[in-house]
């Protein structure tokens, strides 16, 4: 895996522009992820300007977290045009399975999408491959490794790299699956980790063509920069500034050093 962990210096001396369509519970701290690993950020959503955004991006993060109907036609005009240009198109299924207008719009948007890559929690996951699940509000009732059966359907009928989150991270493709066990449990109490994971892997895979060594490598950032963060920090709210700091001092030797992966 040092392919990927080397990922990193890659994405800091390209500096991808990440197109963003994300909600407003999580612009801030997304954003500054994103600065804090190299990357440059942009929060569009504006239907008007969907088409010449996603003609500029390297890559398209999509988060279904504060839905509308006017975002939903904007997270559609972005991902015709993204899936046209090749570029990597990331989808954040939040709240899938808890209401039909979520699971509808979610399952809509995998469908003829080049380049996709899903990050959800196990719940999202499983509603999303059509497993009869409920999720409370945008919380999982499954942990993670419930759902690396539907993350595998997923991936096969996607051709997609699908991420389940949790206190063990999966990353799934139709012939290969990697558990990260990095992070800590204080990350479950900040609202929009989930979601920076999302954003950081547009960063990742926008730097490359193997879509599963930039999820991977995403995934364990996510996780080292956690648990140098907690070992600051005096609880949540203490938690997210040292977080954004050991973002910005991750390199592929410090990856290296902590991750902890493994092959199934």
Avoid at 75 to 96: E, Y
Wanted: aromatic share 2%; net charge negative.
């Amino acid at each position: 895996m040092s392919d990927a962990i080397s990922l990193i210096s890659t994405v800091r001396s390209q500096h991808p522009l990440v197109h963003n369509i994300t909600n407003y519970v999580v612009m801030n701290i997304t954003a500054n992820a994103l600065l804090a690993v190299g990357a440059s950020p942009v929060m569009a959503h504006a239907l008007e300007e969907m088409e010449e955004m996603a003609s500029l991006a390297s890559a398209l993060v999509i988060n279904l977290g504060t839905l509308s109907m006017p975002w939903i036609e904007a997270m559609k005009t972005a991902k015709q045009v993204a899936s046209q240009r090749g570029i990597p198109i990331i989808l954040d299924p939040v709240g899938a399975g808890a209401t039909q207008l979520r699971t509808r719009t979610a399952r809509e948007l995998v469908e003829d999408c080049s380049s996709l890559i899903i990050r959800g929690n196990a719940s999202e996951i499983c509603a999303l491959a059509n497993e009869a699940v409920k999720t409370r509000g945008v919380d999982s009732t499954l942990t993670s490794d419930h759902a690396v059966e539907a993350a595998t359907l997923l991936a096969g009928q996607h051709t997609a790299i699908v991420v389940i989150s949790g206190e063990t991270d999966h990353v799934v493709s139709p012939e290969r699956h990697v558990e990260v066990h990095n992070g800590d449990r204080i990350m479950a109490q900040v609202t929009g980790m989930g979601c920076v994971s999302t954003a950081l892997l547009g960063a990742f895979a926008a730097v490359t063509s193997d879509r599963f060594d930039a999820a991977v490598a995403t995934m364990v950032a996510m996780g080292v920069a956690g648990e140098l963060a907690v070992g600051r920090s005096e609880g949540p709210g203490t938690f997210v500034p040292h977080f954004i700091d050991a973002l910005a001092r991750l390199s592929p030797d410090l990856l290296t050093a902590h991750a902890r992966i493994v092959s199934r």
